[in-house]
């Protein structure tokens, strides 16, 4: 691949990115009487069925001395429910050439199902089931704990693994995006089934719960058949639980890694504003400006130009509790002093004047334009209007989207980048051997 | 990916569209030799522009491994109409997106852009074919990038580092035992005069293919293609690859320590590809071993064992000349490689003496042709898969695919299990972990 990590990165900027070309409401919308929030978009030209299933459970929901918990219980759903063991799960959905997974992420656990549209019916049996009445049986609580722990020792291979979680510790002190969604070896070691079935019973509720139906299916049949699944769940008294938003980050701080790697990882780091924020739709102007894609000033200057790294970009991470703001580099050792001086004077440069009028009007156009096809299947779909809904955005984010980012100016780039990229309030991480 | 560039088309395999009423392709051969292949797709305002060439690692001669990717990096160097990284600029500022891949068999170029700009598109990939301008000190710069790509995907990865060596002991012959990436040391050498000679021999209109899939009238891009590369003059038949890989004599093995936190096991075996009639089932087979958690590696390394975090196996259908059948495995903290090799060679020696139950066939066939439908939701993937089948004899082939596929009975996987690996040919890689 040219630009693998360009291309791995959009899906993770697609809140930031989207905006469709066509005003058409992207999804029917409604609430159920329980609460579930459920939408439905009809695609009825090939015979399949994307399901997006999110409720509010994220890692960010874990007990402070719990880290992993909400991803243990995610990654569990699917390992037994009050019908069907776990292998029993996993040979019906795959009979009909389908899946279902589960796992979770910062702010939810979600359930992804795929399948032939004549398997519809099979698939929400299945997702309801794991959903509202997973078993956790003892031995799958065991065997996910040890797994859990094998792929947390596995991604200290992984440069990349390593300075995110090293980075997110120095961008959100004390909040729990600070910690890794999948836990630490500690506080995983710690976690039991009765936390997890304790876990399972007080966060997962109607009123916390998106379900997206997306591909060869009406309006109508997805609200009987999730209806005729999920109706009966009842909603608890209690208001839902609230979580605090992440505060302010402390003085930058630095992190060496050592690693006996040919290249080194360097991570830039810090909190920046989620799509609430007037200034949000400039800082994403910006970053596309500075690290964006192939025309951005990063990858002319460090890759193009100078021939120090094949993989060098930034990128907003909002997400519902918080947001970051990131820019990273892989380098051969030798040359770290140089990329790290690049990046800075890169960051610099956006604070100290305007993007050109190419640069910017590239940007938009890039960022309005390619939304189209952002959303050229089902699954994707279902993951867009499912997140929209999670975070709060409404249903129009992806009109207002565009329009907001078509109306950002040079001067407003600037200003974000003023508020934003400024090198010295950056944490850093390098993860490999320093020259 | 665990191999990325080593086995880079096997997780492609698992889908595509079938072959549908509605479904007329249009394809021609060019009078320069030129292949067009159109399929209108018209769900959504895109289309997917993909250039093939018939040239990857395979076409390589010892001592200058990696030129076949190298050039793909330099294909978004310029023209002289359309200068260094213009080609990118262009598709961005257009709301595109662009990216590229090399294998050992081809080398792909596509751009996914609104159907109104799909002129623009013809233009710039008609330019590159003919006018690349491969400046030298372009070339020096991108050497370091090139470099760089090889220390994330190889050099730092510990599976990737595996498979590049355990694919240099399988092959002594033919060109599939160099890495499609490169050796460092020929990527280092390669001379600019080499890259040009390559890209005159190979990059001709003859030696490739233009597959478009999307909103468009497929009789009038046609005719706009056929006025933008039609007056591109034919080259000289690019050499055939002629090295045919001899039997092996014996049992091959490579132990490599490496920074890593866990042990992985490869275990390969010549096989022949789609040609032969032992395809159809060997593919069956594959998603047998590692279709999924029902499938039998994971079902019994990973989950009942627990042995393995992960296991699988993968063959490589499409491939032009016979490759190599995988399994692989990556231990469980604990769990020593010797165990691992003994327990993926007893599921591999089952395999020759017991037949699958009726169950495992139909769940794997029924996965085979769901992926086929899944595939169809994707105009990127339906245009990909048209191409890979036409590069291994006509697009044709797709609808004849399915049909081998749902003719395999339980006897054929005892058959090819019992030709294909033998215990005594058997190709293993191991890596320790060093501490």
Redesign the interface.
């Given at each position: 691949?040219?630009?693998?990590l360009?291309?791995r990165f959009?899906s993770l900027m697609l809140l930031g990115l989207a905006s469709p070309?066509a005003a058409a409401p992207i999804a029917h919308r409604e609430v159920l009487p329980n609460g579930i929030v459920l939408l439905v978009a009809e695609?009825p030209?090939?015979?399949?069925v994307a399901v997006r299933a999110l409720v509010q459970a994220g890692a960010v929901h874990d007990p402070p001395d719990r880290a992993g918990l909400a991803n243990l219980t995610g990654v569990l759903l699917t390992r037994g429910t009050t019908k069907r063991t776990g292998?029993e799960l996993?040979?019906a959905i795959?009979?009909?050439?389908?899946?279902l997974e589960a796992g979770a992420g910062r702010d939810s656990i979600g359930a992804s199902l795929?399948v032939?549209k004549p398997d519809l019916g099979l698939g929400l049996d299945l997702l309801s089931e794991v959903i509202l009445s997973p078993t956790f049986p003892p031995d799958e609580v065991t065997?996910k704990i040890?797994?859990i722990?094998?792929?947390i020792?596995?991604s200290?291979?992984d440069?990349g693994a390593v300075a995110a979680r090293a980075l997110a510790r120095l961008v959100f002190p004390g909040h729990p995006y600070g910690l890794p969604v999948e836990g630490t070896r500690e506080s995983v070691a710690r976690l039991t089934r009765d936390d997890v079935v304790k876990f399972h019973r007080e966060r997962f509720r109607p009123d916390a719960t998106v379900v997206a139906v997306v591909g060869a299916v009406t309006v109508d049949e997805a609200r009987r058949e999730v209806l005729g699944r999920f109706g009966s769940w009842a909603r608890p008294a209690s208001p839902l639980p609230g979580v605090p938003t992440a505060s302010a980050g402390r003085e930058p701080r630095e992190e060496v890694i050592p690693?006996?790697?040919?290249?080194a990882t360097i991570m830039f780091g810090r909190q920046a504003i989620r799509q609430t924020d007037p200034d949000y739709f400039a800082l994403v102007v910006a970053s596309y400006v500075l690290g964006g894609?192939?025309?951005s000033r990063l990858y002319?200057r460090v890759?193009?130009?100078?021939?120090?790294?094949?993989?060098v970009y930034s990128y907003v991470s909002p997400s519902k509790y918080g947001s970051a703001f990131f820019v990273s580099a892989?380098?051969?050792i030798a040359e770290v002093p140089k990329v790290r001086t690049l990046l800075n004077a890169e960051l610099a440069r956006m604070t100290r004047e305007p993007p050109s009028d190419a640069e910017l009007?590239?940007a938009k156009?890039?960022l309005?334009?390619?939304?189209?096809?952002r959303l050229?299947?089902?699954?994707k779909v279902a993951d867009f209007v499912s997140a929209i809904e999670e975070l709060g955005l409404g249903l129009d984010y992806a009109d207002r989207y565009k329009e907001r980012v078509a109306r950002v100016t040079a001067r407003e780039v600037q200003r974000a980048a003023q508020r934003f990229f400024i090198p010295e309030t950056f944490n850093r991480v390098v993860v490999g051997r320093t020259p | 990916m665990r191999r990325a560039l080593v086995v880079f088309l096997v997780p492609l395999l698992l889908g595509a569209p079938p072959a549908r009423a509605a479904d007329t392709v249009v394809a021609e051969t060019l009078d320069n030799g030129l292949r067009v292949i159109l399929l209108e797709d018209h769900r959504s305002p895109i289309v997917s522009f993909q250039v093939w060439y018939r040239v990857g690692s395979r076409n390589e001669r010892r001592g200058a491994t990696g030129i076949a990717h190298f050039l793909e990096h330099m294909m978004f160097k310029g023209t002289p109409t359309h200068g260094r990284g213009q080609f990118a600029r262009i598709v961005e500022q257009n709301g595109g997106q662009d990216n590229a891949f090399t294998s050992q068999d081809v080398t792909s170029y596509f751009v996914n852009i609104a159907a109104d700009k799909l002129d623009l598109v013809i233009e710039l990939e008609a330019d590159r074919m003919h006018n690349l301008l491969l400046d030298p000190k372009e070339i020096e710069s991108e050497r370091q990038v090139v470099i760089e790509e090889r220390r994330t995907r190889t050099e730092d990865d510990p599976g990737g580092f595996l498979g590049e060596e355990v694919a240099s002991i399988a092959f002594k012959a033919h060109p599939y035992g160099s890495p499609i990436i490169g050796w460092q040391e020929d990527i280092t050498r390669i001379t600019p005069e080499e890259i040009r000679a390559f890209y005159r021999t190979y990059y001709v209109p003859n030696n490739a293919m233009v597959v478009a899939v999307g909103d468009f009238r497929a009789g009038e891009v046609l005719e706009r293609i056929k006025r933008r590369f039609g007056g591109i003059p034919r080259g000289a038949a690019p050499p055939p690859v002629l090295t045919v890989e001899p039997p092996p004599n014996g049992e091959r093995r490579v132990v490599v320590r490496k920074q890593a936190e866990l042990p992985i096991v490869y275990l390969a075996y010549h096989v022949p590809n789609q040609r032969s009639n032992d395809a159809a089932p060997l593919e069956v087979l594959s998603t047998i071993l590692s279709g999924g958690r029902a499938s039998r590696l994971y079902r019994y390394l990973v989950y009942e064992r627990r042995l393995a975090l992960e296991a699988g196996g993968d063959y490589s259908y499409f491939s032009i000349d016979p490759n190599l059948f995988w399994f692989w495995a990556t231990a469980m903290p604990g769990q020593t490689p010797e165990t691992l090799e003994k327990e993926l060679l007893a599921q591999v020696e089952r395999l020759k003496t017991e037949p699958v139950t009726d169950e495992e066939l139909r769940r794997a066939k029924n996965q085979i042709e769901a992926a086929f439908v899944f595939q169809e939701d994707s105009i990127h993937r339906r245009a990909s898969l048209l191409a890979r089948f036409e590069v291994i004899g006509g697009y044709a082939q797709k609808d004849q695919f399915l049909a081998k596929i749902r003719a395999v009975t339980a006897a054929d996987l005892v058959r090819v299990a019992g030709s294909w690996f033998p215990e005594d040919k058997k190709n293993v890689g191991i890596l320790l972990p060093k501490p």
């Open positions: 691949m040219t630009r693998s360009t291309t959009a070309a695609r030209a090939v015979p399949i292998p996993d040979s795959e009979f009909v050439g389908g899946s795929r032939l065997r040890d797994e722990q094998a792929s020792k596995r200290e291979e440069p690693r006996d790697l040919t290249q894609g192939s025309a002319t890759r193009e130009e100078g021939g120090l790294a094949y993989s892989q380098t051969r009007s590239l156009a890039y309005v334009g390619s939304f189209p096809l050229d299947t089902s699954a | -």
